[in-house]
């Protein structure tokens, strides 16, 4: 890259950035820590592409003919699978990252689409069970909040062993937000620095965490579903052990998927693309013969209803989202842009949400910030965007044929480059290469 | 008294005949034979209930109980009354790692030794242990008390929080922020109630306190392991 005067030429290895970064642990003597998602670039949905009908395949009309897209999750083993008539759902984010009228906002939105939210790290809220008309309730190895009373009042509850921001790590909460609501609903030190569990306190692995679903089927009678959350790393060897170990439903969160904070080296270097993650996960459930009997939701980077039907296409039952829902909201909004960049950051460019300053009131628990977010446009905001989403993938299923959402297929697809290829395993475009398999 | 024998039930229909009484209460005192080891047994209660496991029970016995009294006569696995709300679950014998996990009120008492990672995450419940504790007890403990009448393990305490830990034997090393603190008359007082409820006759000056140094409580680049 070469500057605008001409003859000063930025290095490949130490870019701007890496300066910028270099300078900035020399200074702190600290890593970064920052929310919000993966930044580096790598292969992702927008490598991919379709192949619309034409004289071998047979499109249907593209405003009205039905293309369904509704879902039924946990019916392996619980008596009240959950139906949601959309396949996107929200991922789980904390009271406590979030502020409570974003998780309300949250909840309003989803249920006006006939979707699920889901709680976090903090425990569950009255306000978000009162807007949240199907909601899933997280098994964190903190068990902040954890009991029996809202695991009875959830409609799914979700296991977590990592997500895709951060496998292998646990969750910060640092002590600004700490308030004496969130503290108390951790029973914790108002103002802690609050480091979360990276590791569940009583299972140590795969044939324990079966005796854990069995405890907690046991004490919601099999009523509700159980998930198994697991960040992107070695997803086929996880997703066969969460089938094994009982899971009604598995959640697949790539590196692109966001977190409230974790050091950035974290974000940027574990785990691998959500590309890359769904077709090992649907090939382990199809070895099993458990493809479609154990759903598979797929999260981490799902922006709009390409991605979605992408997501579909390569296997997934459903997809989560959790950054783009926050942007739906308000997040790095325009609006705020003066406000971002009085406390060092840019509309568009905000990942502090750890700091509590969030200028569009969502990651904060500031009561002057959060009054900014009126739940009910947040809502209305978000359901907007839920609706345009599954506008856009019933578009390219009904181009592609397809009267269910569901019906997409890998056949469907092509890849724009040799990695997305690989990854995807898919065909290049134009060919009938599919690197890592033998030439058919 | 209503006795389950669990040779000729599964567990699925014990637990669900106790939660039943979550509605309507129709007997209060509750057997179950033949226990061999059954995971998941007496979980999830939400009753004054009175149930005596005649044996050995397997993990996460007395899950989440609430108002339940639950005494195991014999040995209990992993987990025993982890995330217990309320109620007492007491343990004849001795119990595997992870006793009491993240338990947030209620006693739990073992007659016996318990593994490792007793009170592991615990959040406000009391729980006595007349044998010793295994290593990384209480770890990253919150609240509650953890009473060791015996000896404690490696890294007792390691990364703990508000939780108040007595040991009367040996601790073989304390975890990161864990340090003994001076034994005040409340603290004496709140040792004597709970040997007392839990029903050990030992005497609370034999005793020594330990809690958190508070020293990581505010993330500090100096305290990072390097």
Redesign the interface.
Known sequence: MTHKNPGLRESATFDIDTLAEIDRAAT???YDIRGFGAKRKMPHFDDLLFLGASMSRYPLEGYREKCATDVVLGNRFAKKPIHLDIPVTIAGMSFGALSAYAKEALGRGATQMGTSTTTGDGGMTPEERGHSNKLVYQYLP??YG????D?RKADAIEIVLGQGAKPGGGGML??QKITDRVAQM????K???Q?S?CRH???TGPD?LA??I??LR?????QVPIYIKVGATRTYYDVKLAVKAGADVIVVDGMQGGTAATQDVFIEHVGIPTLAAIPQAVKALQEMGMHRTVQLIVSGGIRNGADVAKCMALGADAVAIGTAALVALGCNHPKWAEEYQRIGSDAGYYDDYHEGKCPAGISTQDKDLMSRLDPELGGRRLANYLQCMILEAQTIARACGKSHLHNLEPEDLVALSVESAAMAKVPLAGTDWIPGTPFQ | MKTIDLSETSTRDLNQALHDQRGECTERNWEVLNPKGSHSLACGLDQNLSVDIRGHAGYYCAGMNKGAEVTVHGSAGVGVAENMMSGTVRVKGDVSQAAGATARGGLLVVEGNAGARCGISLKGADIVVKGSVGHMSCFMAQAGTLVVCGDAGDALGDSLYEVHIYVKGSVQSLGADCVEKDMREEHIRELSDLLKRAGVDDDPLQFKRYGSARKLYNFNIDNAVL
Not at chain 1, 186 to 189: E, G, K, Q, S, Y
């Open positions: 702190t003597g600290i903190s068990r954890m009991n029996p009373d695991l640092l002590g951790r029973t914790l030190p103002g802690v620095d480091r569990a306190p009583d299972w324990d005796i854990k069995h405890e046991e004490i919601t009678d099999w």
